[in-house]
């Protein structure tokens, strides 16, 4: 059985989508403070639509980054800690 795509038919490419998310998880930003860099970068998205992001792919992001990069282990990460699987 092959796995869904989570990103299919979303609005913005997966690329801005995981750019955002690992923003906000990395660094101490508030979701208005990643949209107003993402609209610097000529990408115009609602703060809203951050946070569902972030609800939906922080979780996964953590544990892939814990999984797989040593430096990253000892970093601060900023995820909600609701489990959703993908």
């Not at 490419?13 to 860099?37: E, K, N, Q, T």
């Not at 703060?47 to 601060?76: C, D, M, N």
Request: net charge positive; glycine share 4%; proline share 6%.
């Amino acid at each position: 059985m092959s796995r869904r795509n989570p990103f299919r038919q979303r609005q913005f490419p997966r690329y801005v989508i995981l750019m955002a998310v690992r923003w906000y998880c990395r660094y101490p930003l508030s979701y208005l403070d990643v949209r107003d860099l993402l609209a610097e970068r000529g990408i115009t998205v609602d703060a809203a639509t951050i946070y569902r992001w972030v609800q939906k792919f922080g979780p996964e992001i953590r544990k892939r980054a814990y999984g797989q990069h040593r430096s990253w282990r000892e970093l601060q990460w900023h995820v909600p800690s609701r489990q959703i699987t993908l």
